[in-house]
Each structure stands twice: as C-alpha cells, then as structure tokens.
C-alpha cells in the first residue's frame, strides 16, 4: 500500500502504542512459567504475534481477548517449525529457549530477517552443549537441546538479543552458568530483560554488564503483568509534535528501563517546548536547532531524530551508525537516500550521521520495507512544503499497527495513492 501524508498541523491527545520488546520477553516469560499468566495491554504488532506463534508451537495454552491474553505455560511441542516472520529478536531470543527442549527446531524467517547472520547465535549455542546447524550463516537453522548450564563467552556488538535469550533460558538449566559478554551494546535493553526476570521470580548476578552469573534450577513465577508503553513508537509522536503540533503523549512511563526514552533529552537539547507531566507528556510547536547525541545504545532512535534534523537550524551529528547495518534495511543509508529525496542534505562519516536542516519539500520517498523509515518520512511531512507519498507502508505492522490511523486522528490528512 502507498500512502500520501499531507502537511499539517498534530494536534490532540494519543496513547503510545505498547512495547514490542517488553511484549515478546514477557511472552517468554509467560511461557517458562509453570502455572497462568496474564498479560495486559498486549502489543498486535507483527514481531509481538511471531513470538505469540512461537509459543504456540512450543506448547503454551493461549486464550486472547483483545488487549489481554492468558497464557499457561510449558513445553509440549506442536511443531518443530518456528517462524519468527521478520523479528530479530524472537529468532535470537526463542533460540536459547527451544533449545531447552530435546527436540530439534527448525527456525525460519522471511524479509530483511533472511540477511541477517546467525553465526553468533550457533557459536554461543555450541559452548552449551546445543547441536546448531546453518548451510550459509543465515535462515533456516536449527537448534537441538538440552540446552546446558556451563560458561560461554558472547560477542554482543551487534545486538543484545541473544544474551536475552541467554538470560531467560539458562536458570532453568540443571547446573550454574556464566557467560561473559564483550562490547555489549544496547545495555538498556539487557536492564529491561533483568527487570522483566526479576519480575518472575528469577535471579541473575549482573557484573558490570560484562559476566553474569545464573544459577541454575530456577522457577519462573506465573503471574500478571501488564506491557508498558513504547518509547521508541512515541519517539515518532513527540518529534511530529516539535516539528508542527500541539500534542499530549500518554501511556508511557517515566521511570521505563527503556533506551529509547533518550529522545526526551534530545528534545530538550534542540530547544523543544516539552513539558513533562506525571500521566503524560506535552510538546507544542516551537523553533529547534541542531543537537550532538551519541545513540549507539538506541540505534531505534535513528530514524525520529532524522525527521528532528530536518527541521533543526544547523547541522546535527548522531554517533552510532555501524549499529544500523543489520536493521530491517541498511538504515542510514535509506535515511540518507530518503531524506535528500526531501532536499536535506545527509552525510554519513567516521560512525556519525551528519543532517543539515532546511526547507522540507514534498517527494516521493521509499519505505525500504522498514517500519521506522516509512514512519519517519510520515513525520517529515508534517512542516513540509508539498505532500510525501511513501511506497509500501504495510510495513509499520511490523511495530505500530495504528501508526497511520493515529496520525489522521491527530489531524493529519492521509490517503491512499496508486
């Protein structure tokens, strides 16, 4: 589907969207426990319903209903097929998990999750004592279990995914582990994940995010749990604001382990009118320059602080591009190619995303099949001087399903274009 976004002003009250990430640990969570578990305000992205299916397929008992789901968990496989669809982080995560079984799995995926290497995942596995087998470094693999407690060394510069999965598999290992990690990144990430299994009743030594020590033996706690808000879909809500509105976010939490919170201090540092209120969050309309912000540890932010660059007086420098490369597209380049299709002028040298600010005109511009850069072209439209058509825009099911319709609701004129 192609979709034209029209200039305009955002403006009204929206409740964030919920967290794909905390409800695809959760998910897990619920699924290693043995007894009933309820999830509240569960997320219908497309990642959030691969790890749904997973479970399934694993052998969770699922009843939903439509923001609340009951899961009873346990392993009793129903397929030896699990499709993780485009989501990074359910084909790393469940990979730990299904290997606790003895069974073997077969992991499949599709899109940009095809390209990804999986070559990590095998080596942290085999340390394990889990049989991994890739033809190419890439989807299809397949794992066989039992996993086993023991010490493995991880490499987490690329994502800290796998360590997720790591951390939520091993303590019901019969023996201790440890694994030692080194250039971690995305450590809020591993702070939520901790959080999460601390919330089920799982205890794990962290040593300065680089060895964590996992007793074996554990018992997940069913209980019920309700997903927060997502920072990194309200990261899209509140730069529309700054950009060209007069908005309240509600639903997201301002204590979250969340990294991608960071964009509130960004905002700040490009001169926004933010206000922050205990229940919500309010943005207006206002003059913005250029910022230097560092976001190896949110590379999500990315694409948001893009469409911030375009409107900011000057030229904004955001560090961290080599954490974009195995995104759903080789995102700084699809940002550097859609933003200039916008006449903003777009480097990328030495690990760092140089934008300069200008006049925004309206083009055509490429989604790329990624959901954060058919979002982030949606909010370039708003102060642009002509519309922005974007091609293939299905692709934001993959974390905000009602990105679009949320945004019309707000004021901003959307339609349907050949």
């Known amino acids: 589907m192609n979709l034209q976004c029209h200039p305009g002003n955002i403006e009204g009250t929206i409740n964030a969207p919920p967290s794909k990430s905390l409800t695809q640990r959760a998910l897990a969570a619920a699924f290693l426990s043995k007894g009933t578990s309820g999830l509240f305000k569960f997320s219908h992205s497309n990642d959030s319903l691969a790890a749904l299916d997973i479970i399934k397929n694993l052998g969770a008992e699922v009843v939903a209903g439509g923001d609340e789901i009951t899961i009873m968990g346990g392993f009793l496989p129903k397929s030896k097929q699990l499709k993780c669809q485009e989501s990074g982080l359910a084909m790393r995560m469940f990979a730990p998990i299904a290997a606790l079984h003895e069974n073997k799995f077969t992991f499949t995926g599709e899109g940009s999750l095809l390209k990804r290497p999986v070559g990590l995942i095998g080596e942290a596995l085999s340390q394990l004592g889990v049989e991994f087998t890739s033809e190419d ?3 299809p693999f397949t794992v066989k279990g039992p996993l086993r407690g023991g010490n493995a060394m991880i490499d987490g510069s690329v994502s800290s995914q796998l360590l997720t999965g790591l951390l939520l598999a091993l303590p019901l290992t019969e023996s201790d582990s440890q694994i030692r990690v080194s250039n971690l990144k995305s450590k809020p990430y591993v702070s939520m994940t901790m959080k999460l299994l601390a919330d089920f009743g799982i205890y794990i030594e962290n040593h300065n995010f680089e060895l964590f020590k996992i007793p074996g033996q554990q018992k997940y706690n069913a209980r019920d749990y309700t997903i927060e808000g997502d920072w990194s879909s309200a990261a899209f809500l509140l730069v529309a604001g700054a950009i060209n509105g007069n908005i309240k976010v509600k639903g997201i939490q301002q204590d979250s382990l969340q990294s991608d919170k960071e964009i509130l ?22 003059e913005l320059h250029s910022f230097l912000f560092d976001a190896t540890h949110c590379p999500d932010l990315f694409p948001p602080l893009a469409a911030l660059a375009a409107y900011c007086k000057g030229t904004s420098r955001i560090h961290g591009v080599e954490r974009l490369i ?34 925004v ?15 982030m072209a949606a909010v370039l439209a708003l102060g642009s001087s002509g519309p922005v058509s974007i091609h293939d825009t299905e692709c934001v099911a993959k974390s905000y399903p009602g990105f679009f319709s949320d945004l019309n609701n707000l004021g901003i004129h959307v339609e349907e274009i050949l």
């Open 326 to 359: 195995h995104k759903e597209s080789n995102r700084a380049m699809a940002i550097q190619q859609e933003l200039s299709k916008t006449g903003i002028k777009v480097r990328i040298e030495d690990n760092i995303l140089s934008i300069t600010g200008g006049r």
């Open 361 to 375: 005109k309206g083009a055509f511009v490429n989604s790329h099949n990624d959901h954060r850069i058919a979002m």
């Open 265 to 286: 201090h960004v905002l700040q540092m490009a001169g926004a009118d933010l206000k922050i209120h205990p229940d919500f969050i309010e943005i207006h309309k206002s």
């Open 137 to 139: 470094g890439l989807l």
